[in-house]
T-cell receptor, first 112, second 113 residues
Framework: SAVISQKPSRDICQRGTSLTIQCQVD?????MFWYRQQPGQSLTLIAT?????????ESGFVIDKFPISRPNLTFSTLTVSNMSPEDSSIYLC?????????FGPGTRLTVL | AQSVTQPDIHITVSEGASLELRCNYS??????LFWYVQSPGQGLQLLLK??????LVQGIKGFEAEFKRSQSSFNLRKPSVHWSDAAEYFC???????????FGGGTRLMVKP
């Protein structure tokens, strides 16, 4: 299994600002994923991040709003740009294991 | 396109009672199916998974799930619920064993004393 940490665990931000969320894994992984969980909702995939290539975004998510970095096999960042209250969510990163996905604890973002 | 439906948004059961959470999926190939649990303020924890073979799979915390291809279902069961089982439960279908997941809407379980 993989152990995943995220920073920050929570934050309260003003609209119009940006927040970068960090995801650290304790082992090298090829594929990392970023999900969003809006209040009271299920998880929606934002993008898939492979090391050495551009992230692949799902329908409804764009790079200008959610730029992603993947500098190495154990680390990734997701930036939520020009935030609005609608961006208030839990953001989770996950990694592929041999037979499943493992999730980080999430970053709870509140935008005022 | 793949999709997952959890028909029950909320379920309340008494402690010690049995539990069944429903999950139906739509997927063009052999599905990789998962159940995750999310406790308040916690991340997602994998309860169990099905890839192939025996259609009744055992998971952690006394949970089990049965894959029924004819019904496109993967229902989660537990014979006797504990108060600590109160949480949000998500069914998901995977695009391959370790690939991205499509989640159902979740079922919130409440346990009465």
């Amino acid at each position: 299994s993989a152990v995943i940490s995220q920073k920050p665990s929570r934050d309260i931000c003003q609209r119009g600002t940006s927040l970068t969320i960090q995801c650290q894994v304790d082992s090298q992984v090829t594929m990392m994923f970023w999900y969003r969980q809006q209040p009271g909702q299920s998880l929606t995939l934002i993008a898939t991040a492979n090391q050495g290539s551009e992230a692949t975004y799902e329908s409804g998510f764009v790079i200008d709003k959610f730029p992603i970095s993947r500098p190495n096999l154990t680390f990734s960042t997701l930036t939520v740009s020009n935030m609005s209250p609608e961006d208030s969510s839990i953001y989770l990163c996950s990694v592929s294991g041999a037979d499943t996905q493992y999730f980080g604890p999430g970053t709870r973002l509140t935008v005022l | 396109a793949q999709s997952v439906t959890q028909p029950d948004i909320h379920i309340t059961v008494s402690e010690g009672a049995s539990l069944e959470l429903r999950c139906n999926y739509s997927y063009g190939a052999t599905p990789y199916l998962f159940w995750y649990v999310q406790s308040p303020g916690q991340g997602l924890q994998l309860l169990l998974k099905y890839f192939s073979g025996d259609t009744l799979v055992q998971g952690i915390k006394g949970f089990e799930a049965e894959f029924k291809r004819s019904q496109s279902s993967f229902n989660l069961r537990k014979p006797s619920v504990h108060w600590s089982d109160a949480a949000e439960y998500f069914c998901a279908v995977g695009h391959g064993a370790g690939n991205m997941l499509t989640f159902g809407g979740g079922t919130r379980l409440m346990v009465k004393p």
